[in-house]
Nanobody, 124 residues
Framework: QVQLVESGGGLVQAGGSLRLSCAAS????????MAWFRQAPGKEREFVAS????????YYADSVKGRFTISRDNAKNTVYLQMNSLKPEDTAVYYC?????????????????WGQGTQVTVSS
């Protein structure tokens, strides 16, 4: 069982930056691939970024590539999402997720555990 708690969301102007954190409980954090998804009002949840257990492999949605960076610190049981050059269309609730398998990383159904989400609002 893994519990995930996101933090770091907030209100920021377009062009600004935020860093989201996701703290995981349990001693098996390093066994899980981790990801960030987001869901805007009236839209489906969408993949943002993922990282394998070691941090050596990462993937990004085209919409955030070059602006967002996912990373993890297995000693701290934490995964991060550094978001730069934020745009109003990045406004959403951001969710952290954990999966045993890294295959099909872009599918929300692949993930076994989810956090409660943190709101990110980007004003124009």
């Amino acid at each position: 069982q893994v519990q995930l708690v996101e933090s770091g969301g907030g209100l920021v102007q377009a062009g600004g930056s935020l860093r989201l954190s996701c703290a995981a409980s349990g001693r098996t954090f390093r066994r899980y691939a981790m990801a960030w998804f987001r869901q805007a009002p009236g839209k489906e949840r969408e993949f943002v970024a993922s990282i394998n257990w070691s941090g050596g492999t990462t993937y990004y949605a085209d919409s955030v590539k070059g602006r967002f960076t996912i990373s993890r610190d297995n000693a701290k049981n934490t995964v991060y999402l550094q978001m730069n050059s934020l745009k109003p269309e990045d406004t959403a609730v951001y969710y952290c997720a954990a999966a045993v398998q890294f295959a099909y990383y872009w599918r929300s159904s692949q993930y076994d555990y989810w956090g409660q989400g943190t709101q990110v609002t980007v004003s124009s």
